[in-house]
């Protein structure tokens, strides 16, 4: 089989194998990414896998430049792309995208084990540290209505010496509602 034949098949297999898998994208009939873990989860990250023209028999270019990847210290994704090219010395000459791609997953918290819990972010030459941390969603307080002195001495003047309306300072005068209509 030539190797456009096997990377066809393969492309087909992927495609079937993740459609409606959202961790899964192609980014072209060569190219593909998956994330490893869940949005928001620190140790997550994203392997893009692209193909040369000679794959399955040689190896293919395996990325973690993604800007999804930015937490993660450079050490850690070395390691990550040295195990991940140990699978595919094994697996060299065979379609191997779906086996690399479950490799990582499920040796995930063995990779990410060393990612420390602080998230360095580099953009540029800016780099910022903080702490990964869930915080509780905090009550807001109601803010109170503010009104005018205007405003508040006309709800002291409806109001009796506990705040409140007195009875009945609502209803309709039936007598004057009724007297509307004629009989």
């Known amino acids: 089989m030539a190797a456009n034949e096997d990377q066809e098949m393969e492309l087909e297999a992927l495609r079937s194998i993740y459609e409606g898998d959202e961790c899964f994208k192609e980014l072209s009939p060569v190219s593909f990414q998956y994330r490893i873990?869940?949005?928001?989860?620190?140790?997550?990250?994203?392997?893009?896998?692209?193909?040369?023209?000679?794959y399955p028999q040689t190896a293919p270019n395996i990325s973690?430049?993604?800007?999804?990847?930015?937490?993660?210290?450079?050490?850690i994704k070395q390691s990550i792309l040295n195990k991940l090219m140990?699978?595919?010395?094994?697996?060299?000459?065979?379609?191997?995208?779906?086996?690399?791609f479950e490799y990582a997953k499920d040796n995930k918290e063995l990779f990410m084990e060393n990612q420390p819990v602080h998230i360095v972010t580099s953009v540029g030459n800016h780099i910022s540290i903080g702490t990964h941390e869930i915080v509780p969603s905090s009550?807001?307080?109601?803010?109170?209505?503010?009104?005018?002195?205007?405003?508040?001495?006309?709800?002291?003047?409806?109001?009796?010496?506990?705040?409140?309306?007195?009875r009945g300072w609502n209803w309709v005068d039936v007598i004057k509602h009724v007297s509307i209509f004629k009989f």
């Open 86 to 100: 140990e699978e595919v010395e094994v697996n060299l000459g065979t379609a191997m995208t779906y086996t690399l």
């Open 37 to 54: 873990g869940e949005n928001g989860d620190p140790k997550a990250f994203l392997i893009e896998i692209s193909w040369p023209e000679t």
């Open 139 to 166: 009550k807001k307080r109601d803010k109170k209505e503010q009104l005018s002195k205007t405003q508040k001495r006309k709800l002291a003047d409806k109001t009796d010496y506990k705040g409140e309306l007195p």
């Open 64 to 75: 973690m430049n993604a800007f999804f990847n930015n937490t993660i210290s450079l050490a």
